[in-house]
């Protein structure tokens, strides 16, 4: 069963320019994009910045409208993880309001909601104490944990990560990614996984896409696409990157 279908996907943004911003033209960031993630997979999405790839994100999740194509989304619960925590965490909120906030939309008790902080502070690894400070007491790592265990707390079906642990120095993100892994195989979610970093989409996906120019230039699952890549920008991709096997 998939749970995501994109089939023919374009968009494209005007070009401004001059003290009027007159309209001068478009920018085409996807261009025929289609792509299927079955249920329960990680699936890649990698490429250079400007590739289309955060776009192709937004159109999925209902942010940015196609301008054509169809976006089939069997997931009834979704959520997103920012590549930047702390512009996603509201300053003025304490952790604990922070996390409650999608659960009270649903219209959970505060006995439930009590119970799930508890157990979402165990599962994302930081104190109970935590629930009482605010997003600029944390480090940026810890502050990610914050944001996925926001996005786990809802029960999504499909969560979009959207380079997560790119504003990470290394060792914190190894962490972070470990704790996706974890969240993913407790819950069955499906993961469309954003990054331009090789060595993190490797680590993460069952399946890779690696765009270029809005387009697709090749998809396939990980091992393959890996170890022996048909398309010469992908072979470029890789030749750009250590051989850093992925630990487990």
Do not use: W
Request: glycine share 10%; with cysteine; proline share 5%.
């Amino acid at each position: 069963m998939n749970m995501l279908e994109c089939r023919n996907i374009s968009k494209s943004f005007p070009i401004k320019r001059g003290y009027l911003q007159e309209e001068a033209g478009s920018l085409k960031a996807l261009d025929g994009v289609s792509l299927s993630i079955g249920k329960g997979e990680v699936f890649g999405l990698v490429g250079e910045s400007g590739c289309g790839k955060t776009t192709l994100g937004k159109v999925v999740l209902g942010i940015l409208p196609p301008d054509g194509g169809t976006v089939e989304l069997a997931a009834k619960r979704t959520q997103v993880v920012f590549q930047d925590p702390f512009n996603s965490l509201d300053p003025r909120m304490r952790v604990s309001d922070i996390l409650a906030e999608g659960l009270a939309l649903q219209g959970a008790s505060g006995g439930a909601i009590r119970k799930k902080l508890d157990d979402i502070t165990d599962l994302i690894r930081l104190p109970k104490s935590a629930l009482t400070k605010y997003p600029h007491q944390f480090s940026g790592g810890e502050r990610q944990r914050i944001a996925i265990g926001r996005a786990v707390l809802t029960d999504p079906e499909f969560i979009v990560c959207d380079e997560p642990v790119s504003s990470l120095d290394v060792t914190i993100q190894l962490q972070i990614l470990r704790l996706l892994k974890d969240v993913r195989e407790r819950f069955g979610m499906t993961y469309l996984f954003i990054s331009h970093d090789l060595r993190v989409i490797r680590f993460m996906c069952d399946r890779v896409a690696v765009m270029r120019g809005g387009r697709i230039v090749e998809e396939g699952p990980a091992a393959r696409v890996y170890s022996n890549p048909s398309d010469p920008y992908t072979r470029q991709l890789l030749s750009s990157i250590l051989e850093v096997r992925p630990k487990t």
